[in-house]
């Protein structure tokens, strides 16, 4: 079972930024909060993942509260491209369990 | 690095034939996951491998479905008696070494209709 909750949809207008809530209330102390993203008809893409600091990359940044038990996605500059839906996904580190479980997600529609 | 790659892309199939997938992973990476993913949901996890060790199975993956990683590196995913519930897109993903907390990459997955 998906151990986080997103909104189901959410749009933002191009150029902007979008920030994306993801809830994990239940994360255990080394779980890590992954990102991923699929863009109608493709695989899923891997975007960004941390364990409590924030991170940044080329293509998003993450903010994880404190407390550990939310964070938020953002992608600094909306683009029409990123319409997708984004999977916010808690995951053990690599071993037995190291499979990702993925929820329904939340789409995202950047309007131009 | 030519990525995950899946083969078909999209296949047809009358309802009660066995039909065949193949996934070659990324070079090197050493787990291997298969995924279903139905419309409006996300991909649900099905198998993984660890060289060609099959390592676990969903109870979604019933004894109609087989997967193989023969020599550790492509993987088959076979389904016997096809239904219509099996209409889905089939994922493959792989990822480098155990150990380390390494993200997953997937493939553009086969779409499978049964008709």
């Known amino acids: 079972d998906a151990k986080t909750t997103q909104p189901t949809s959410m749009d933002c207008a191009e150029g902007r930024a979008a920030n994306l809530p993801c809830n994990h209330s239940?994360?255990?102390?080394?779980?890590?909060v992954y990102w991923y993203r699929q863009i109608h008809s493709q695989g899923p893409q891997y975007i960004i993942h941390?364990?409590?600091n924030n991170e940044t990359n080329e293509m998003a940044s993450l903010i994880i509260t404190e407390d550990r038990k939310s964070s938020t996605l953002i992608l600094p500059h909306a683009t029409l491209r990123d319409t997708a839906v984004y999977y916010c996904?808690?995951?053990?580190?690599?071993?037995?369990?190291?499979?990702?479980?993925f929820g329904k997600g939340i789409t995202l529609s950047v309007r131009p | 690095d030519t990525g995950v790659s899946q083969d078909p892309r999209h296949k047809i199939t009358k309802r009660g034939q066995n039909v065949t997938f193949r996934c070659d992973p990324i070079?090197?990476?050493?787990?291997l996951y298969w995924y279903r993913q139905t419309l409006g949901q996300g991909p649900e996890f099905l198998t993984y491998?660890?060289?060609?060790?099959?390592?676990?199975k969903s109870r979604l993956l019933s004894d109609r479905f087989s997967a193989e990683r023969p020599k550790g590196s492509f993987s088959t995913l076979e389904i016997q008696r096809t239904e219509q519930g099996d209409s889905a897109m089939y994922l493959c993903?792989?990822?480098?070494?155990?150990?380390?907390?390494?993200?997953?990459?997937f493939g553009q997955g086969t779409r499978l209709t049964v008709v």
């Open positions: 070079s090197e990476h050493n787990r």
């Open positions: 996904i808690v995951r053990p580190p690599t071993g037995a369990n190291s499979k990702l479980t």
């Open positions: 941390g364990l409590k």
């Open positions: 993903a792989s990822s480098p070494r155990a150990g380390l907390n390494t993200e997953a990459f």
């Open positions: 239940t994360i255990s102390g080394n779980e890590y």
């Open positions: 491998f660890q060289n060609e060790a099959q390592l676990e």
